[in-house]
């Protein structure tokens, strides 16, 4: 494990919770790696509080599919299978498909500009060659359209979805060789929103999804040789 994982306290939190959310976004950021055991005593003393916590923790991360129990072993971290990305992918497509064709009807002028700025960014997140900032510009750049759709219960399942997303997000933003294509993808989305074209935006939504799923079942099975 390594040695940056650290519990960052919240006055509001309990400490359950605290522990939950740290332990998830070392997962989810590739911190804690796939098949790595979740020994209680060893995360207790790394992260300076009891067992109890960090139990309730790895129970509610086995429910959100991040945990998984192995019988004689105790507690890993969910392996990336292609699967769980697959089922993941699937409905991610067809909810940045209907997210891009609202937007299109919905967006505003200041959305609009958001969204561009966010493209710049993204552009500048990729020269930094920084995983961690370049997810959290795709993060920024996809939620702007996500918000100009105004229907607050695709918004919410959106989120539900990003959150499980963030895994093979990363695992394609470790592959240098797609930033390009990256780049290239929002800038066809913004244009598309721009000119109110929803069957371009619609099917560059969907290609951005198909490129990430191809590009990660590569990745999966390349580390599956490694292993």
């Given at each position: 494990?390594?040695?940056n ?20 976004q ?18 207790a ?14 129970r509610?991360?086995e ?23 697959n089922d ?30 966010a ?9 930094t ?61 913004y ?6 074209d ?13 490129n990430?799923?191809?590009a990660?079942?590569?990745?999966i ?7």
């Amino acid at each position: 494990m390594q040695d940056n994982l650290q519990v960052t306290m919240d006055a509001f939190l309990p400490l359950r919770d605290v522990v939950f959310n740290t332990l998830r976004q070392a997962i989810l950021t590739g911190e804690l790696k796939p098949g790595e055991r979740l020994m209680e005593i060893h995360l207790a003393n790394r992260l300076g509080v009891s067992r109890t916590p960090i139990r309730e923790a790895i129970r509610k991360l086995e429910l959100e599919g991040l945990v998984t129990m192995v019988p004689r072993k105790g507690a890993e971290v969910a392996q990336i299978t292609e699967k769980s990305m697959n089922d993941v992918l699937e409905v991610r497509r067809a909810l940045d498909a209907l997210c891009v064709e609202l937007a299109c009807d919905r967006i505003t002028e200041e959305e609009l500009q958001k969204l561009e700025k966010a493209c710049e960014n993204f552009e500048q997140a990729v020269k930094t060659k920084d995983v961690k900032e370049i997810a959290q510009a795709d993060v920024a750049l996809h939620d702007i359209i996500v918000q100009a759709t105004g229907n607050q219960r695709l918004i919410q399942l959106v989120n539900n979805l990003s959150e499980q997303m963030y895994r093979y997000r990363f695992e394609y933003i470790k592959d240098y060789s797609q930033h390009e294509r990256l780049v290239e993808e929002h800038r066809i989305i913004y244009e598309s929103l721009v000119k109110k074209d929803k069957e371009t935006a619609s099917q560059a939504a969907k290609t951005h999804i198909d490129n990430q799923e191809k590009a990660i079942i590569q990745q999966i099975r390349l580390d599956r040789e490694r292993h």
